[in-house]
């Protein structure tokens, strides 16, 4: 095994070179991270021909927001961001089941951040630039095989020429088609799917009502979700992200092509006459700028991550249905956890395995819980109960049991307040100490 290799007399840099495959939010992360813990040999390789910031919005809660700030990038993330203060579920026909504060308003030392993805992945980007160098971010260099005897073989295309590349580590942070996760743990086939089609988009409009707020509504077959992930601009408005699904047979639905461009017609029917924070779906889809259809898919828990010095992070290890607004702060969470072991233990592999017994059974709970809908399930037990509304909630579900379905699920996921209102368990400069003189 490659030993991590403390330097003499010092923590500050470590002697392992270290491959990202994959510079979404996770990736980027995790070379953060690392450099953060004192190791300045991280490159990232990005199979896009070039690094553009892509996505629609994204939820970054109190927990993975305290790991950004422990990076220095509270800041630059924030002011771009919207702080969301509250969820708002409700049925399809408008009535409020219940309403969530979130963040700073629920008592947390961080808010809640609603973002455009491209906008987070460039601050993650610049800061990468800044701290290791544009050396550090490579594109077009697609991962096609893993060898991780003695030390990390890499197979990648690089500009569609072959080839090897070496490490200490790799981590595979490349998505839910993960090239390293098939390469590490064989191929296990398709992701799921659960027989839900998601349409998005994003337009501008103004606020959801009341401010800072972000809607779930459903009737127990489909599903909207509406929030801001951008401050107000100049004539009050803001970037509204929207998503909607609905649930078919699999006979119902062409398979042959996802994650595809298609009008808003093609949907815009199952959802006429809704009404989310102040707005009619029907406008949001006509005012966006495109919209977009794809799967609602994840991946069954893998019982390991990591094969000799290479392991897993975000949707490679760990893809999950968007409930909970939970995925993208997994990752975050993943990064810094893995480079406080990394600091903290010498030798990679026993690091890997560290880190892996203390992320991977948090990630699989939350991937199941996410599969009965997360804190969603609040919809869908109405929706069963009381299918033609309600007057007074409470006359279908007692609040104080739909709140205690919203506390179970942050507990199991790890950001209810007892565990965000504390210092980063992850403080990699610490770490460096103990394994230096421990």
Not at 258 to 264: G, L
Not at 403 to 416: G, H, K, S, V
Request: charged content about 20%.
């Amino acid at each position: 095994m490659v030993a991590a290799g403390r330097t003499s007399g010092s923590a500050s840099v470590r002697a392992a070179k270290v491959l990202v495959a994959g510079a979404g939010i996770g990736g980027l992360a995790a070379a953060l991270s690392l450099q953060d813990a004192g190791f300045d040999r991280v490159v990232v390789l990005e199979a896009a021909p070039e690094l553009r910031p892509l996505g629609a919005g994204v939820n970054l809660l109190p927990n993975a927001v305290r790991e950004l700030a422990a990076l220095g990038l509270y800041h630059d993330v924030a002011r771009r961001a919207v702080r969301t203060a509250e969820i708002r579920y409700h049925n399809q026909h408008g009535d409020l089941i219940m309403a969530e504060p979130r963040g700073r308003a629920d008592g947390y030392d961080w808010p809640q951040l609603s973002i455009r993805r491209g906008e987070l992945q460039q601050v993650l980007l610049d800061a990468v630039r800044t701290r290791l160098g544009e050396c550090a971010l490579v594109s077009d260099c697609r991962v096609t095989g893993v060898s991780s005897r003695s030390g990390v073989h890499v197979d990648v295309l690089r500009g569609g020429q072959p080839t090897r590349l070496t490490a200490d580590l790799l981590v595979g942070a490349d998505g839910i088609h993960s090239a390293v996760r098939r390469s590490l743990l064989g191929n296990d086939g398709e992701p799921v799917w659960n027989g839900q089609v998601v349409w998005r988009g994003m337009a501008w409009a103004p606020p959801v009502s009341p401010a800072n707020s972000m809607v779930i509504m459903g009737d127990g077959v489909r599903k909207a979700v509406v929030y801001a992930v951008t401050p107000s601009r100049g004539d009050g408005h803001v970037l509204l992200n929207w998503a909607v699904s609905r649930r078919f047979d699999t006979a119902e639905v062409d398979r042959s092509d996802w994650n595809r461009p298609v009008p808003a017609g093609k949907f815009a029917h199952e959802f006429v006459g809704w009404r989310t924070g102040g707005h009619l779906l029907t406008d949001l889809f006509q005012a966006a700028s495109g919209c977009f259809e794809y799967p609602m898919i994840d991946r069954d828990p893998l019982p390991t991550w990591s094969r000799g010095q290479a392991t897993l992070l975000g949707d490679a290890a760990h893809a999950m249905h968007p409930m909970g607004s939970n995925a993208t702060t997994q990752a975050v969470i993943d990064a810094r956890a893995l480079a406080y072991f990394m600091a903290l233990e010498p030798d990679v592999e026993r690091a890997l395995t560290a880190y892996e017994r203390h992320r991977r059974p948090v990630a699989t709970q939350v991937q199941i819980a996410n599969r009965a809908m997360g804190p969603e399930a609040v919809i869908d037990l109405v929706a069963r109960r009381a299918p033609e509304g309600f007057a007074t909630v409470d006359d279908v579900l007692p609040t104080a049991e739909l709140r205690a379905i919203c506390d179970r699920y942050a507990e199991l996921a790890a950001f209810d307040r007892g565990s965000v209102n504390t210092r980063s368990p992850y403080d990699t400069r610490r770490a460096r100490l103990v394994g230096v003189t421990g």
